[in-house]
């Protein structure tokens, strides 16, 4: 009796096992075929009978960034890692995770990646291709970043200068314009040139006469 117990508990153990990697195997056939939806409803019934599997995250994954779905791959490349310590699998995680990142364009976190991805798997080439193509996207977004602030810069000057001249402008007109006039009220009833540079009051409308 007790080894038929210790047997029916290996069948049973074995009938979970084999459906989950029938799911996985399936989700991978969908995949191939690009059936990325169906693929993933596949992982997702793996994911109930063995939710500690790296596998099915990982799968799925790849199966968001499929369907350029960068953010949801990223989250699942994530929860990936967390779950083996295979440094096979992690280096080929953190390869994928560069490229999601690669994709929404956070190049930094792209080049982290990836230089973990080389740490779990030094002889990667793909990997080390990656890396190099994401210090030089960094290097020419740091480059531009510069150029423009220094654009920005040379405007921003360019603007003060104009705007100075106008008013440099503006004023000598404004002053020979009330020179004229002191000189047009001086010849009229000599009034002080001090008056006329008071601002004028605001005038009222005429009243009306209620006849």
């Not at 096992?17 to 997702?44: H, M, P, W």
């Not at 991805?117 to 990667?124: A, E, I, Q, S, V």
């Not at 405007?155 to 004229?180: A, C, G, P, T, V």
Request: aromatic content about 10%.
């Amino acid at each position: 009796m007790k080894k038929l117990t210790i047997i029916s508990l290996l069948l049973i153990s074995c009938f979970g096992f084999c459906s989950f990697r029938k799911d996985v195997n399936t989700g991978n056939k969908l995949f191939y075929k690009k059936n990325y939806e169906q693929a993933i409803e596949k992982y997702n019934s793996a994911e109930v009978k063995k939710p500690d599997s790296a596998i099915v995250y990982f799968n799925r994954a790849n199966a968001f960034y499929k369907q350029q779905l960068y953010e949801q791959a990223i989250k699942e490349y994530q929860k990936a890692l967390g779950l083996t310590k295979n440094k096979n699998l992690k280096s080929k995680i953190f390869f994928n995770l560069g490229n999601s990142y690669l994709k929404i364009g956070d190049t930094h976190n792209a080049k982290e990646a990836y230089k973990q991805g080389l740490l779990n798997n030094p002889d990667d080439e793909d990997i080390k291709y990656n890396l190099q193509y994401a210090l030089v996207q960094l290097q020419q977004n740091q480059s531009q970043k510069q150029k423009e602030s220094s654009s920005e810069q040379k405007k921003q000057e360019d603007k003060d200068k104009k705007q100075e001249k106008q008013k440099k402008y503006m004023s000598e007109q404004d002053l020979q314009r009330l020179l004229e006039l002191a000189r047009q009220q001086q010849t009229k009833n000599q009034k002080n040139l001090k008056d006329i540079l008071k601002p004028q009051k605001p005038q009222l409308p005429a009243v009306e006469k209620d006849w």
